[in-house]
């Protein structure tokens, strides 16, 4: 086999007018000769001047540490082109990914009008052979420094998003693995077809009326009982696939099925899914009593959740529930989420029934913009109705806090665990919303923390009550996620193994872990024991529903002086 070279490239996005679109124009060639034990043995670095525009964008020059006047005296691209061919001669191109090889066609076709690289005779994707060789294929792409860390290369030793030593590293990644023969069969000759191989778009069909979606693409039979499954609706395109829903006529079976169809330059390919639908329950009969460790109250036919364990605390509080609103299907009853498909007619009327029951003023609830993070941030009388009736605060705020009366703070879960905080030294309150994310990083914990930064707040007198969220029963996960638990002290309390790679995890236990070690005490900390999958005729589950579904919120308010 001739010679193997590794080029890599840096490139600078930008508009061309006479494209009338963007152009990656190349401004770095960096390259190496390797012999047959990877060991370099040549190197290659050369910037090119740039034509389409005289400026690099600030994302290049972050990346690169490439200036503008580094490539004042530099040669064209043809010019650079000609130097490396050249130098490289007949050997074999090899490069991390097609990436490279995409733009230098593009910038041939730009320059020269022909989409041919003068110097691409035989060529070799080396990231396609590492993933094969440390047997990483999937659906992500294996990158570079990720290649590197993983063979015990410490990728800081070299400069990267610079040519030349991302040469070096991919030639370093080779020298762990590389033989002749198990590399050869990565090695294309750059002919026709290789030219209409590597530059053609992978497209995806969402269209079933189209005549390459075959018939048989798009008919099911029922995975419980293999009767021939009926469609009950029309197919839908979303994103990249087809949704319909689907009925067995002989068990009576729903589920809904999802077809991807992709169109590759070896054909096409078809991924076909189905998961059963989601039962939604109507909401239950209205009945006054206890429910798991809380108490169901009824005010004006409104459901309201309350911790009994708080009632002697000079605080207002509850967990909506499905009771009392006038959202229909999904959204019934008490739907307060604006986002989730229902009326806003219908919500602001929920809230307006849920805030008399309450006894709240609707127009001064305030909510963060929840986005499953430990950021807590303090409210004030002038942030009043933030992130409900005005814009939000901020971009990611999953716990608020406050001392000012009458203002009530809220935060959304439906599955999720509601933190509820009151500090009676300093009349101070917190409310927070940990996702399973939020649970494992530590927002029970950071919430406290901001009370202390912002109040002053012992967390030996603070009290603490865990809402109501999917319970440990119900809550199972695979290993990715329950591993960000198992690396927390104690995980054995709150992680349990099941068959086939599942996981338990008690998030209820893992919140009230952080509690105490947040020094909180045992007898301070109430919990609602009220588990949302299983009492999804009461308050919405995103799991049991599949996420069709409303939204329950948590409330916390210092009532006002009377």
Known sequence: MPDLVILD??????FSRRKKGYINEIIEFGAVRVDDGMHVIDRFSCFVRPQVTKRLNSVTTGLTHITDDALTEAATFMRVVSRFRRWAGESVIGTWGSGDILTLIENCRY???????????????????????????????????????????DPADFDH??????????AAVL??????????????VCDEEFYRRITFKTAYINDPANPLVKPEYLRFTCERCGAEAKRTGRWNSLGRTMRASFLCPRCGYRFSAQVRVKLRYE????????????VIEPPREAAPGPVGGMELEITDGVGL?????????????????????????????????????????????????FAAALGVPMEKITAGKQDHRTVVLRVTEADAGA??????????????????????????AADCVPLYFY?????????????????????????????????????????????????????????????EFLRLPGSEDFVFPKEGGKYLVDLWACNRAFLLSSGVLPEHITLGNVCTSKNSDLVFSHRVTRGKRGSNCAVLMLPEAK
Not at 9 to 14: A, D, G, K, R
Not at 175 to 188: C, R
């Open 9 to 14: 490239l840096e490139w600078n996005s930008v």
């Open 161 to 170: 998003h610079r040519a030349l030593d991302d040469s070096v590293l991919s």
């Open 423 to 483: 500090d009676p030294a300093h009349r101070a309150i917190g409310l927070s919303h940990a996702g399973w994310r939020g649970t494992a990083a530590g927002m029970a914990k950071a919430t406290v923390e901001k009370m202390k930064e912002e109040f002053g707040t012992d967390p030996r007198e603070l009290f603490a009550a865990i809402g109501p969220s999917i319970g440990p029963e119900c809550f199972e996960v695979d290993a990715p996620c329950a591993e």
């Open 305 to 353: 959740l309350r911790f009994p364990a708080w009632k002697s605390l000079p605080v207002v509080h509850c967990f909506s529930t499905r009771l009392g609103g006038v959202s229909r299907n999904e959204f019934a009853a008490m739907n307060l989420g604006f986002n989730r498909g229902d009326g806003d007619a219908n919500v602001t009327e929920n809230f307006s029934r």
């Open 175 to 188: 020298e762990k693995f590389y033989t002749l023969e198990s590399f050869e069969p990565f090695v294309q």
């Open 387 to 412: 992130g409900l009736w005005k814009a939000p605060l901020a971009e990611s705020v999953d716990g608020l806090v406050t001392d000012a009366p009458g203002l009530p703070l809220l935060v959304y």
């Open 111 to 153: 320059f020269a009008g022909d989409g041919r690289v003068p110097f691409l005779f035989r060529y070799a994707d080396i990231q396609a052979y590492t993933e094969s060789m440390l047997q990483k294929g999937g659906s992500e792409q294996l990158g570079l420094t990720a290649a590197a860390e993983l063979l015990g290369i």
């Open 267 to 278: 054909g096409v390919s078809v991924n076909r899914k189905t998961a059963p639908l989601p």
